[in-house]
Protein backbone atom coordinates (compact mmCIF):
# COMPACT_ATOMS: atom_id res chain seq x y z
CA UNK A 1 0.00 0.00 0.00
CA UNK A 2 1.58 3.34 -0.59
CA UNK A 3 2.05 5.74 1.75
CA UNK A 4 0.24 8.99 1.72
CA UNK A 5 2.31 12.15 1.42
CA UNK A 6 2.34 13.47 5.00
CA UNK A 7 0.99 16.62 3.82
CA UNK A 8 -1.86 15.75 2.95
CA UNK A 9 -2.06 13.60 6.19
CA UNK A 10 -1.75 17.25 7.79
CA UNK A 11 -4.29 18.77 5.85
CA UNK A 12 -6.90 16.10 5.47
CA UNK A 13 -8.35 12.51 7.68
CA UNK A 14 -8.75 9.37 5.53
CA UNK A 15 -11.99 8.51 4.97
CA UNK A 16 -11.57 4.82 3.26
CA UNK A 17 -10.48 2.81 0.10
CA UNK A 18 -11.95 3.07 -3.06
CA UNK A 19 -10.32 -0.21 -5.35
CA UNK A 20 -7.74 2.25 -6.82
CA UNK A 21 -7.92 5.58 -4.46
CA UNK A 22 -7.70 6.34 -0.81
CA UNK A 23 -10.74 8.84 -0.47
CA UNK A 24 -9.79 11.54 1.87
CA UNK A 25 -11.95 14.89 3.31
CA UNK A 26 -9.95 17.96 3.62
CA UNK A 27 -9.99 19.77 7.35
CA UNK A 28 -10.98 23.26 5.65
CA UNK A 29 -15.06 23.49 6.57
CA UNK A 30 -15.35 26.70 4.04
CA UNK A 31 -16.64 23.92 1.21
CA UNK A 32 -17.33 20.30 1.14
CA UNK A 33 -13.85 19.15 -0.23
CA UNK A 34 -12.48 15.48 -0.79
CA UNK A 35 -9.64 14.07 -2.47
CA UNK A 36 -8.76 11.05 -4.13
CA UNK A 37 -5.25 9.34 -4.07
CA UNK A 38 -4.43 6.72 -6.09
CA UNK A 39 -2.72 3.66 -4.56
CA UNK A 40 0.44 3.71 -6.16
CA UNK A 41 3.78 4.37 -5.34
CA UNK A 42 5.93 7.19 -7.68
CA UNK A 43 3.03 8.33 -9.82
CA UNK A 44 2.70 12.49 -10.30
CA UNK A 45 0.51 12.53 -12.97
CA UNK A 46 -2.44 11.14 -14.67
CA UNK A 47 -0.75 9.65 -17.39
CA UNK A 48 1.54 7.93 -15.64
CA UNK A 49 -0.85 5.79 -14.36
CA UNK A 50 -1.46 2.17 -16.06
CA UNK A 51 -4.52 2.70 -19.11
CA UNK A 52 -6.77 0.51 -16.42
CA UNK A 53 -5.85 2.66 -13.58
CA UNK A 54 -6.85 5.48 -15.64
CA UNK A 55 -9.90 4.60 -16.22
CA UNK A 56 -10.71 3.31 -12.63
CA UNK A 57 -9.78 6.46 -11.48
CA UNK A 58 -11.90 8.56 -13.83
CA UNK A 59 -15.16 6.02 -12.76
CA UNK A 60 -13.68 6.75 -9.09
CA UNK A 61 -13.74 10.52 -9.70
CA UNK A 62 -16.81 10.51 -11.45
CA UNK A 63 -18.98 8.12 -8.83
CA UNK A 64 -17.37 10.93 -6.02
CA UNK A 65 -18.68 13.90 -8.27
CA UNK A 66 -22.00 12.36 -8.78
CA UNK A 67 -22.63 12.03 -5.40
CA UNK A 68 -21.37 15.28 -3.64
CA UNK A 69 -23.22 17.08 -6.75
CA UNK A 70 -26.66 15.08 -5.51
CA UNK A 71 -25.95 15.15 -1.59
CA UNK A 72 -24.50 18.85 -1.47
CA UNK A 73 -26.96 20.60 -4.22
CA UNK A 74 -23.68 22.17 -5.58
CA UNK A 75 -24.29 24.53 -8.13
CA UNK A 76 -20.43 23.07 -9.82
CA UNK A 77 -17.88 20.62 -8.85
CA UNK A 78 -14.55 21.55 -9.25
CA UNK A 79 -12.11 18.70 -9.89
CA UNK A 80 -8.41 19.48 -10.00
CA UNK A 81 -5.49 17.24 -10.08
CA UNK A 82 -2.54 20.58 -9.71
CA UNK A 83 0.39 18.78 -7.18
CA UNK A 84 2.61 22.09 -7.00
CA UNK A 85 2.78 21.84 -3.18
CA UNK A 86 2.72 17.76 -2.91
CA UNK A 87 3.67 15.94 -5.24
CA UNK A 88 1.52 12.57 -5.08
CA UNK A 89 -0.94 12.32 -7.41
CA UNK A 90 -4.25 13.59 -5.59
CA UNK A 91 -6.94 14.63 -7.48
CA UNK A 92 -9.31 17.72 -5.22
CA UNK A 93 -13.27 17.24 -5.64
CA UNK A 94 -14.63 20.58 -4.28
CA UNK A 95 -18.52 21.59 -3.79
CA UNK A 96 -18.81 24.97 -4.95
CA UNK A 97 -21.79 27.74 -4.75
CA UNK A 98 -22.50 31.00 -6.74
CA UNK A 99 -22.81 32.37 -2.66
CA UNK A 100 -19.32 30.44 -1.27
CA UNK A 101 -16.24 32.80 0.12
CA UNK A 102 -14.31 32.72 -3.30
CA UNK A 103 -17.03 32.18 -6.13
CA UNK A 104 -16.26 32.10 -9.01
CA UNK A 105 -12.66 32.45 -8.74
CA UNK A 106 -10.79 29.35 -7.20
CA UNK A 107 -10.73 28.40 -3.77
CA UNK A 108 -6.45 28.51 -2.96
CA UNK A 109 -5.70 31.66 -0.86
CA UNK A 110 -9.23 32.85 -1.29
CA UNK A 111 -10.36 32.91 2.52
CA UNK A 112 -7.74 30.84 4.95
CA UNK A 113 -9.23 27.15 5.96
CA UNK A 114 -11.89 26.86 8.66
CA UNK A 115 -11.41 23.97 10.73
CA UNK A 116 -14.31 21.82 11.60
CA UNK A 117 -15.83 21.33 15.09
CA UNK A 118 -15.15 18.03 16.28
CA UNK A 119 -18.81 17.17 16.00
CA UNK A 120 -19.09 18.19 12.51
CA UNK A 121 -15.95 16.55 11.57
CA UNK A 122 -17.53 13.29 13.06
CA UNK A 123 -20.62 13.44 11.31
CA UNK A 124 -19.16 14.66 7.85
CA UNK A 125 -17.14 11.23 8.33
CA UNK A 126 -20.12 9.64 8.79
CA UNK A 127 -22.07 11.07 6.11
CA UNK A 128 -19.51 10.13 3.48
CA UNK A 129 -18.78 6.52 4.37
CA UNK A 130 -22.70 5.93 4.36
CA UNK A 131 -22.89 7.26 0.77
CA UNK A 132 -19.95 4.75 -0.25
CA UNK A 133 -20.12 1.60 2.22
CA UNK A 134 -21.08 -0.47 -0.84
CA UNK A 135 -18.43 1.18 -3.16
CA UNK A 136 -15.14 1.07 -0.32
CA UNK A 137 -13.19 -1.73 0.24
Known amino acids: MTEIHPQLLQDCVVIGRFPLCHLLLMKDANYPWLILVPDRDDISEIFQLSPQDQQ ?10 EILAAKFQADKINIAALGNMVPQLHIHHVV ?3 DDLAWPAPIWGAVPAKPYAESELSEQI ?3 KAWFHDGMV
Open 126 to 128: RKV
Open 96 to 98: RYR
Open 56 to 65: QLIRESSQLA
